[in-house]
């Protein structure tokens, strides 16, 4: 059973800093290419950043280059996104889920319960 589970969420000031982790189990992470995303009270889930599985290459949402870095560790079956200088807007459940990461959400399979982030003063 592919089980994957989003962890490291928490509440934090304007400016601060969290590590998500994304472990997964009954999968095998090489093989594909893992996303993130957020989705705030009321809106669109939306993806935050994509890491390939075949070179390593990553993307990220305008919103949040340069701030947030995602990486992966195949033998530990875990992807990260650590998240700096975190702005109030980054207030959301983060998902992770395997898929493409040049496709739509509907392409992403696996996804888990989420991890509340809350950003406030």
């Known amino acids: 059973q592919v089980k994957f589970v989003e962890s490291g969420g928490g509440s934090v000031q304007p400016g601060g800093s969290l590590r998500l982790s994304c472990t997964t189990s009954g999968f095998t992470l090489d093989n594909y290419d893992i996303g993130w995303f957020r989705q705030a009270p009321g809106k669109e889930r939306r993806g935050v950043s994509c890491i390939s599985s075949r070179d390593g290459s990553t993307y990220y949402a305008a919103s949040v280059k340069g701030r947030f870095a995602i990486s992966r560790d195949n033998a530990k079956n875990t992807v990260y996104l650590q998240m700096n200088d975190l702005r109030p807007e980054a207030t959301a459940v983060y998902y992770c889920?395997?898929?493409?990461?040049?496709?739509?959400?509907?392409?992403?399979?696996?996804w888990g319960q989420g991890t509340q982030v809350a950003v406030s003063s």
């Open positions: 889920a395997a898929g493409p990461c040049s496709g739509a959400l509907y392409e992403y399979a696996y």
